[in-house]
């Protein structure tokens, strides 16, 4: 396909859920969500594709064709706050197209093909990534996923509620992962590490999610002696170094971006501090080991500062190595397409457990993603188009 082709099809979302910053605010079941979803039916209309929901908020249009299993691609429209333009959605404007591109060839599958729009993939609203996947998949308890909630304190049942959707029916789907014989989530890559326009995902590194509590008291910033204090903000600024330090001497990653203190005040000492650790390396010892040595750590220094602290696990997700004879099935199919791992979450990686599933990566030139300067060009995302359409083709026949 032509650029300028991709370019028509992406424009008809661009502005939808875009911040002042030039990022995304697309959250899990608000309403610029319910406006993606709207979009996504509307396009399935068009192509004759019969939508539904599932019972956990994942949305699926299908091209029903032949028998058996289908071929299952898609990703998600969800962001992370003020995220780029391409996490997600590319994926499943890209399936739209690729659809297109098989009909005008005059295709017709010999099993079903479906898209799938999955929900709450970032966390970016209730803190648990790839949440409608999970949730699919039988690895989170419904009861604790509809009392998650977002950072108003509105829990998930009562989003889902408010958007028409029923939170009582969440849970496993096994039949509907038996209903798919394969699935390919086509991606933008999030490093710099793909310099042919398209890739595929060997692996997905193991990660992590863990909620951190520092407690102290609250006083007066002007009035306190030093020697008084039990200031929760300084464990917490021991903290951040200690991931950092931690991570590298280990040869993985540490992050903490997210970040709540009460009562939030300039002139007074917080009384306590919230912030979310997210971990990840390229196996799990490596992992386990960054976790021990920075709780140890942390927990350490909290008793100099006489202060509080837990960290208690939102998520973990153990390392994903992708089906081989699917990936390089692939590769070779798109003339021996580079082969590389990732260190970024995605629902394939959940329904991996479940399902034979590959990734296509489409090249990002900066290698920004979860930023507003998330990119990929307009040429590299129609080979990306060209380059599912062939899997679909291939998987479908
Ligand atoms: C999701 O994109 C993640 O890697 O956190
Ligand atoms: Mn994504
Ligand atoms: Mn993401």
Redesign the pocket.
């Given at each position: 396909m032509d650029a300028t082709g991709f370019r028509r099809l992406w424009d008809q979302i661009a502005e939808t859920g875009r911040a002042d910053s030039g990022g995304y605010l697309r959250f899990s079941w608000s309403a610029t969500d319910l406006a993606l979803r709207e979009w996504f039916d509307a396009q399935a209309a068009e192509r004759g594709l019969r939508v539904e929901s599932d019972r956990n908020g994942n949305r699926f249009a299908h091209w029903d064709a032949g028998t058996g299993p289908g071929v299952l691609t898609g990703?998600?429209f969800d962001s992370v706050p003020h995220g780029g333009a391409y996490?997600?959605p590319l994926?499943i404007v890209s399936a739209l197209l690729a659809v297109d591109e098989l009909r005008a060839s005059g295709f017709t599958p010999a099993r079903p093909i479906v898209i799938g729009a999955f929900t709450e993939?970032?966390g970016g609203r209730f803190g648990v990534p790839c949440l409608g996947s999970r949730l699919m998949a039988g690895v989170v308890d419904p009861d604790r996923a509809r009392a998650l909630t977002d950072p108003d304190g509105t829990t998930l049942a009562e989003a889902m509620r408010a958007a028409g959707a029923d939170p009582d029916a969440l849970g496993p789907d096994p039949e509907r992962l038996a209903s798919f014989t394969a699935f390919v989530?086509l991606?933008?890559e999030?490093g710099r590490a793909l310099e042919a326009p398209v890739g595929v995902a060997s692996a997905i590194w193991p990660h992590g999610r863990w909620r951190m509590t520092f407690t102290g008291a609250g006083d007066h910033a002007g009035t306190t002696r030093i020697p008084d204090r039990r200031d929760p903000m300084l464990t917490f600024a021991f903290a951040v170094l200690a991931a950092r330090k931690e991570a590298r001497l280990a040869g993985g990653l540490a992050t903490v971006g997210r970040v709540e203190a009460v009562p939030n005040a300039t002139n007074a000492i917080a009384s306590q501090v919230t912030a979310w650790l997210d971990s990840r390396a390229p196996d799990e010892a490596v992992l386990a080991e960054i976790l021990s040595g920075f709780t140890s750590k942390v927990k350490d220094r909290a008793e100099r500062d006489g202060t509080g602290f837990t960290i208690a696990a939102e998520s973990e997700t153990p390392i994903v190595e992708f089906d081989l004879a699917l990936r390089d099935r692939i590769a070779a199919l798109l003339g021996g397409a580079p082969v590389l791992p990732t260190g970024?979450?995605?629902?394939a990686g959940v329904l991996a457990a479940h399902v034979p599933t590959a990734m296509l990566f489409v090249r990002n030139p900066t290698g920004v993603s979860h930023a507003p300067g998330e990119g990929a060009s307009d040429e590299d995302c129609a080979a990306g188009v060209d380059a599912l359409a062939a899997v679909l083709r291939d998987l479908a026949c």
């Open positions: 990703s998600h996490d997600g994926g993939e970032e989530e991606h933008v999030q970024a979450g995605h629902d």
